[in-house]
């Protein structure tokens, strides 16, 4: 098959429809192959009077493009049209390919592009073969880097929706975790769980069989949005705080029929991860862990194309928990979902040296600006939280504020208010230079052999005083990377590295850097580390970078 100048226009192999021609008589630009692998898809045209623009067509999760208009002039003379996919929503630093330019004279009047509509059946996500990490649709490592907008089905409109993705897309964010049904505790409301027009999510409440067309057409919505910001949302189907009672009350065959709805409805779709939870206490009853397993067999009997996980308990003593605790729900899913709100590599670690393999993130810990333990959620407190358990195996880490999981009022004025949300940036600027999915905690102090800190074992020390510092290395050695979250000497064993090391202090509140005075080092003997000097944000936590 060929275009109109004769250039070959390969095709799609992925459930590609026809091609789609908007033209008012005056001709058409002649066909554009769309490359599968493009997350986004821009266009720049100039016509005969010298305009161009660029154009964002959007990608649904469903990779369907949309049209937009085009005005090339009202002259004579030539029109050209550019076309170029992106996909560095979905892959951490892939270059942005060149313009593939294509031309043609035009007359007058109006000319518009033809764009043909693509689904593919491929997966976003999917495990490692090393169980340690996830890939992304390109099968290049996946940084999971999230917020939890936990309300935002019932709290926001479209184009609010928008404004916050679009801001949490500029700081880097990549996954949002979302309940379907968001109830009081998220801002929306216990009874009818509606969406923020009023729109009712079953035409008869509190009856999970009568789903309804109305609001399920919003969520597709809010999937969508996100996959254009390159988000991936892990979708909460069955919510334990605000949805327990309402699942309860319609039974175990309800609920894996409403499942298995869900299943159906969204196996298509490329960026969602099931989750199953949320503050999950009522697990250990058998008979309300049923009805949460009921609506998760339920998705499994139609989709089996995604990744699930559950959010377990944070109050059944020792504020932590993770997806594995239940032997039930580690039956059912493939990532891991480690909760702290004591030092986080405790319970990190603990999930990665489990068997099988499977990869664990930092679901939640403490939301900057609140005080749930005793002490306010500093920008230093978050940095804890996130680099200890980055360097203690995690395949990624949600951040979130005391704004954002129910969408406080005046949320909006604030988006660009919490200076550790900023941080988050440096986190994944400084593992991203490197291959950070080949790193392994360093659990038996190969690396550092003395001046590590008190490791807070079962939750038994705060955050807030605790100074543990956490390691981790590529095999070989090549790279090894220590966060210290407070000043005093470290030893470091450097007859571990394979050659001469490099030695960089990464200060995680600015993204810059500061070179040790003992680099670079022989790759021998042992040599005592310390950073007297404050960071930029006027704490004491650096991070260590020795690199060969």
């Known amino acids: 098959m060929s275009n109109a100048f004769g250039e070959q226009t390969p095709t799609l192999g992925e459930d590609a429809v026809s091609w789609q021609t908007w033209s008012d008589g005056a001709g058409a630009i002649p066909n554009v192959t769309i490359n599968p692998d493009w997350g986004k898809l821009s266009l720049q045209t100039a016509g005969a009077e010298g305009r161009s623009a660029v154009y964002d067509l959007g990608s649904a999760a469903t990779r369907k493009f949309t049209l937009t208009e085009n005005r090339y002039g009202t002259g004579s003379g030539s029109a050209t049209l550019q076309i170029r996919g992106d996909t560095s929503s979905f892959v951490q630093d892939d270059a942005v390919p060149a313009w593939e330019t294509y031309s043609a004279p035009i007359s007058r009047g109006w000319r518009y592009v033809q764009v043909r509509e693509t689904t593919y059946s491929y997966l976003l996500l999917s495990v490692s073969g090393d169980g340690r990490y996830i890939l992304d649709r390109n099968s290049n490592p996946f940084l999971l880097i999230g917020d939890s907008p936990q309300g935002m089905m019932s709290d926001l409109t479209p184009a609010q929706m928008e404004t916050y993705m679009a801001n949490r897309e500029s700081y880097g964010i990549n996954a949002i975790q979302v309940h379907l049904l968001a109830g009081a505790t998220f801002g929306g409301n216990s009874t009818t769980f509606q969406a923020q027009d009023g729109t009712h999510p079953f035409t008869i409440d509190g009856d999970i069989s009568t789903p309804n067309e109305s609001y399920f057409v919003q969520v597709d919505a809010m999937l969508n949005l996100a996959a254009s910001h390159g988000m991936v949302v892990v979708l909460t189907a069955a919510e334990y705080m605000d949805c327990e009672n309402l699942l309860v009350a319609n039974g175990v065959t309800k609920c894996t029929n409403f499942g298995a709805y869900l299943g159906a409805r969204y196996k298509s779709y490329s960026n969602i991860i099931w989750n199953f939870g949320n503050d999950f206490n009522g697990w250990p009853d058998a008979g309300v ?88 959620s500093t920008p230093l407190i978050i940095r804890k939280q996130m680099w200890w358990a980055m360097l203690s ?45 080949l790193m392994i905690p360093d659990t038996t102090s190969m690396i550092i ?16 005083t605790n100074d543990y510092a956490t390691c981790a290395y590529i095999a070989g050695v090549s790279l090894a990377m220590i966060y210290m979250p407070a000043n005093r000497t470290m030893t470091v064993d450097m007859s571990q590295f394979s050659n001469t090391v490099t030695c960089r202090w990464f200060d995680p509140t600015d993204g810059s850097y500061a070179a040790d005075a003992a680099s670079p080092h022989a790759n021998s003997g042992t040599h005592d580390f310390s950073r007297a000097g404050a960071n930029a944000s006027g704490d004491h936590d650096w991070i260590l970078v020795l690199s060969v």
């Not at 009805?291 to 067999?297: T, Y």
């Not at 003593?317 to 239940?326: E, K, L, P, Q, V």
């Not at 052999?449 to 807030?464: L, M």
Request: charged share 20%.
């Open 449 to 464: 052999t003395a001046g590590r800190g008190t490791y807070s074992n079962a939750g038994d020390a705060p955050i807030n």
């Open 393 to 437: 195996g995690a395949c990624g880490h949600f951040y979130c504020n005391e704004d954002i999981y129910a969408f406080l009022s005046g949320w909006v004025t604030r988006l660009d208010s919490y200076p550790g949300l900023t941080h988050v940036t440096y986190l994944t600027v400084l593992l991203s230079s490197y291959d950070w999915w």
């Open 289 to 376: 862990n049923a009805i949460f397993l009921a609506v998760a067999d339920g998705i499994l009997s139609e989709d089996t194309n995604h990744m699930m996980t559950s959010w377990m308990d944070i109050d059944l003593g020792d504020r932590f928990s993770a997806s594995r605790d239940s032997d039930d729900w580690d039956s059912r899913i493939n990532i891991d979902l480690g909760y702290s709100y004591k030092p986080t590599y405790d319970i990190i670690l603990d999930e990665y040296a489990l068997s099988p393999v499977k990869p664990v993130y930092l679901g939640e810990s403490n939301y900057e600006g609140e005080s749930w333990e005793g002490y306010e």
